[in-house]
């Protein structure tokens, strides 16, 4: 039987090379001395880099935590359905842009994991597109200023971006006739040689409006520069540049969020953000990436649609906490607000975790620990706690609805 139920724990910093070297260390209070870049901090129970809890019989991976005792961690319900810890919670520092991705629906992921199987790919290829069976959708919340790109533009935006950049005049009767796929499909298998021809005046134009201080960040341009960089415009040129005119630029100020579905096209830009998503690897890469990218695949399982992002401001769930509604079952996310005269009680019904971004706490239950800022407590389920403070407390709490 587990004695306590309220336990600290430690994530694992992912290196990957588009990260920052300043804002996951300065928040776990390490420094980084061999400047390396800290993309990520894993918190969860990924089979690939689970994060270890502190128990009073030592330190224990919570993945075989979770196994040896799924009921009391997780409850049966949650175990019975996704057989795991069903999120994976992160804190992300945007320093390049990453790739363009789409991830596919669950169904989707079922087929085509069956499907690379029977094939024999290896599970580690790189040209392997589904590395277990399960959908992929995802949320962020902004930690600081935060830009990505979300799914088509609307229509009428589309049709004025493609007639008013003069290397995409001719797209603007392809765009006509065939709509968003028809679009997208003729700039992504466009032969090599005819994508250079398209593009690189596009790219030296826009360095030159960079060098000249005539590029704000809402535009595409900005972003291609960056991409870019003082780089001189030569070999082949990245077709995922295409992608950044096609789609929605969105600007994502602290505590608002996004939620990114099956289908919907994005890549994230720049900023820092909490991010929760499924646990699964599954995506199909359309660019701005060195990794494998698979047009007929990434075309099969996008969303050809303008939409409006919905920049969700969160929503009031219990006095300290705001609620960002997600449509999945596999995760729910909540921010939680609390100054030195207020307190938050609530009851787990699935594992929780909660980092602390600003402040310090204390978490009473079952046992009691005292969390501040660049720590992680995970709460088991069927636990009532409550969060009190003699400060002013910032942190984010990842659970199953």
């Given at each position: 039987m587990i004695q306590d139920k309220i336990f600290m724990l430690t994530g694992k910093v992912q290196h990957y090379a588009w990260g920052g070297f300043s804002f996951i260390p300065n928040w776990l209070q390490t420094g980084n001395a061999d400047h390396t870049p800290c993309a990520e901090y894993w918190m969860g129970a990924h089979p690939s880099a689970s994060s270890v809890l502190a128990t009073s019989e030592g330190d224990i991976s919570l993945q075989a935590f979770i196994k040896a005792h799924p009921e009391q961690t997780i409850n049966s319900q949650v175990f019975n359905r996704f057989g795991e810890l069903p999120y994976l919670f992160k804190i992300l520092d945007v320093k390049d842009m990453l790739s363009i991705q789409v991830h596919p629906s669950k169904p989707e992921a079922e087929k085509g994991f069956a499907a690379e199987e029977a094939a024999g790919v290896p599970i580690n290829a790189p040209t392997r597109n589904y590395k277990d069976k399960n959908h992929k959708p995802e949320v962020m919340v902004a930690l600081s200023e935060f830009w990505l790109l979300h799914g088509f533009l609307e229509k009428t935006?589309?049709?004025?971006?493609?007639?008013?950049?003069?290397?995409?005049?001719?797209?603007?009767?392809?765009?006509?006739?065939?709509?968003?796929?028809?679009?997208?499909?003729?700039?992504?298998?466009?032969?090599?040689?005819?994508?250079?021809?398209?593009?690189?005046?596009?790219?030296?134009?826009?360095?030159?409006?960079?060098?000249?201080?005539?590029?704000?960040?809402?535009?595409?341009?900005?972003w291609v520069a960056k991409l870019y960089g003082d780089n001189t415009v030569t070999g082949d040129m990245d077709r995922g540049i295409f992608s950044i005119y096609f789609f929605n630029i969105v600007q994502v100020q602290p505590g608002e969020a996004v939620f990114q579905g099956a289908g919907i096209p994005h890549a994230y830009m720049e900023g820092q953000n909490m991010e929760l998503m499924a646990n699964s690897d599954n995506v199909l890469r359309g660019g701005l990436t060195p990794k494998h990218v698979d047009i007929p695949e990434l075309l099969k399982h996008t969303t050809f649609e303008g939409i409006i992002p919905n920049i969700m401001k969160g929503e009031e769930a219990a006095p300290g906490e705001k609620l960002y509604p997600c449509p999945v079952p596999d995760f729910g996310i909540s921010k939680i607000e609390i100054s030195g005269n207020q307190s938050y009680s609530a009851q787990s019904t699935s594992l929780e975790i909660i980092a602390v971004m600003q402040g310090s706490m204390q978490v009473s239950g079952t046992n009691q620990l005292t969390v501040s800022k660049g720590q992680v407590v995970a709460i088991l389920q069927g636990e009532n706690y409550k969060i009190s403070t003699t400060e002013n407390v910032l942190a984010y709490k990842a659970f199953v609805p």
């Amino acid at each position: 039987m587990i004695q306590d139920k309220i336990f600290m724990l430690t994530g694992k910093v992912q290196h990957y090379a588009w990260g920052g070297f300043s804002f996951i260390p300065n928040w776990l209070q390490t420094g980084n001395a061999d400047h390396t870049p800290c993309a990520e901090y894993w918190m969860g129970a990924h089979p690939s880099a689970s994060s270890v809890l502190a128990t009073s019989e030592g330190d224990i991976s919570l993945q075989a935590f979770i196994k040896a005792h799924p009921e009391q961690t997780i409850n049966s319900q949650v175990f019975n359905r996704f057989g795991e810890l069903p999120y994976l919670f992160k804190i992300l520092d945007v320093k390049d842009m990453l790739s363009i991705q789409v991830h596919p629906s669950k169904p989707e992921a079922e087929k085509g994991f069956a499907a690379e199987e029977a094939a024999g790919v290896p599970i580690n290829a790189p040209t392997r597109n589904y590395k277990d069976k399960n959908h992929k959708p995802e949320v962020m919340v902004a930690l600081s200023e935060f830009w990505l790109l979300h799914g088509f533009l609307e229509k009428t935006l589309l049709q004025n971006i493609l007639a008013t950049t003069p290397e995409f005049v001719g797209l603007v009767d392809v765009f006509a006739e065939k709509g968003y796929k028809g679009l997208y499909q003729y700039v992504m298998e466009l032969p090599q040689e005819h994508v250079n021809v398209l593009l690189s005046p596009l790219v030296a134009r826009e360095l030159e409006r960079k060098r000249l201080n005539q590029l704000e960040k809402s535009e595409p341009g900005w972003w291609v520069a960056k991409l870019y960089g003082d780089n001189t415009v030569t070999g082949d040129m990245d077709r995922g540049i295409f992608s950044i005119y096609f789609f929605n630029i969105v600007q994502v100020q602290p505590g608002e969020a996004v939620f990114q579905g099956a289908g919907i096209p994005h890549a994230y830009m720049e900023g820092q953000n909490m991010e929760l998503m499924a646990n699964s690897d599954n995506v199909l890469r359309g660019g701005l990436t060195p990794k494998h990218v698979d047009i007929p695949e990434l075309l099969k399982h996008t969303t050809f649609e303008g939409i409006i992002p919905n920049i969700m401001k969160g929503e009031e769930a219990a006095p300290g906490e705001k609620l960002y509604p997600c449509p999945v079952p596999d995760f729910g996310i909540s921010k939680i607000e609390i100054s030195g005269n207020q307190s938050y009680s609530a009851q787990s019904t699935s594992l929780e975790i909660i980092a602390v971004m600003q402040g310090s706490m204390q978490v009473s239950g079952t046992n009691q620990l005292t969390v501040s800022k660049g720590q992680v407590v995970a709460i088991l389920q069927g636990e009532n706690y409550k969060i009190s403070t003699t400060e002013n407390v910032l942190a984010y709490k990842a659970f199953v609805p």
